[in-house]
Each structure stands twice: as C-alpha cells, then as structure tokens.
C-alpha cells in the first residue's frame, strides 16, 4: 500500500465531495465517480480503487464487499474516510442543487457526465 500525502487526503476530500453532490443529485457514486477518479487521478491500482470506494460507502452500501477487500488487503482507510465525509457533506448540496434546477437541465447533466465517462473509458482504456 501506497502511503498518502496530505495534498492527496485534500484530493480525495474534494472527490468525496464531487461524488457526494452527484450522488445527490443523480443517484450515483461509487462505480462511476469514485473507482475511476482512484484510478486516473490518484493512480490507485485496480483493486485499491474498488476496496476503497466500497469501503467509503460502507454504512450505507458495501459492508459485505469491503470485508472481502479488507481481508485482501485491499482498502486504503485514510482514502475512504476522506472520501466519506466528502460524500456526507457532498450528498446534501447535490440534492439542494437537484431539487432548484429544472428537470431538463438535471437530465441532460446527467447525459453529459455518462458520456464523458463513457468516451473516457472507451478511447483511453485504464
């Protein structure tokens, strides 16, 4: 495991926070916000980028899964408790901000941001 500076736990607080507001206003988080910024932009290897974000959203989400990670050795506990508190915080203003906009302009964020990731993983692979 890779040990983490403090502008990184600043990064991945900022990434709980992107993926906080998205999962408030759109319903989504981990496998789509979360696993790919690990990845990509903090070059987590595979299975740390999945152990982490699942170990992230665990109260809510991925107890069984983190375990199975956990037991690998897989989770970077620092990480997910940045990106934790960045999803609590995070969560409510997307909901604030979904809940304010029009439902056109929510649907075709939402569109945008699918296809950015989408073409991101189709051209540039991992």
């Known amino acids: 495991m890779q ?3 403090v502008a990184t736990y600043v990064g991945l607080l900022g990434l709980g926070l992107v993926a ?3 999962a408030g ?3 989504i988080g981990g496998g789509l916000v979360i696993v790919p910024a690990l990845l990509y932009v903090f070059k987590f290897n595979d299975m740390q980028a999945i152990g982490t974000s699942l170990a992230a959203l665990v109260p809510p ?3 069984l899964g983190a375990v199975e990670y956990y037991k690998r050795g897989y989770i970077q506990f620092g990480a997910a408790a940045c990106i934790a508190i ?3 915080i995070g969560a409510v203003y997307g909901a604030r901000i979904t809940m304010a906009s029009q439902s056109t302009l929510i649907h075709r964020l939402y569109g945008g941001f699918l296809a ?3 073409i991101r993983m ?3 692979g991992k």
Do not use: S, Y
């Open 25 to 27: 206003m759109f319903g």
């Open 3 to 5: 040990n983490l500076d």
């Open 20 to 22: 906080g507001v998205l």
């Open 122 to 124: 189709i051209v540039w």
């Open 86 to 88: 960045g999803l609590l």
């Open 61 to 63: 989400v991925g107890l």
């Open 116 to 118: 950015v990731a989408a």
